[in-house]
Nanobody, 121 residues
Framework: QAQLVESGGGLVQAGGSLKLSCVASGAILRVDTMGWYRQAPGKQRELVAVITRAGAPNVADSVKGRFTISRDNARNMMFLQMHQLKPEDTALYYC???????????????WGQGTQVTVSS
């Protein structure tokens, strides 16, 4: 019915930059709040940043000033621009979105499969 697909991950040296993208596709009526989460090996999944449909961002303290979240409602896309990357940013980054699908009466929470970000020291 709907899916989220992330892209843009990769291997980068410390201090480098990457830009992640997430696109929502399927029988979508509307995309509400979207967010990026990450999970490092042996750790719990944690919030990186979220953004409302109106574009109001909320960024985790650990990445504030280095990461910027944005979205394009016309294309059902979300982005995460990452600068000054550190080895501790290494993780699998997941896209999350609250989707309203056509023919349904309530929104539902969707997750992508994740894109790997690896920062070498």
């Amino acid at each position: 019915q709907a899916q989220l697909v992330e892209s843009g991950g990769g291997l980068v040296q410390a201090g480098g930059s990457l830009k992640l993208s997430c696109v929502a596709s399927g029988a979508i009526l509307r995309v509400d709040t979207m967010g990026w989460y990450r999970q490092a090996p042996g750790k719990q999944r944690e919030l990186v940043a979220v953004i409302t449909r109106a574009g109001a961002p909320n960024v985790a303290d650990s990445v504030k000033g280095r990461f910027t979240i944005s979205r394009d409602n016309a294309r059902n896309m979300m982005f995460l621009q990452m600068h000054q990357l550190k080895p501790e940013d290494t993780a699998l980054y997941y896209c999350n979105a609250d989707l309203w699908l056509t023919g349904t009466r309530m929104s539902r929470d969707y997750w992508g499969q994740g894109t790997q970000v690896t920062v070498s020291s």
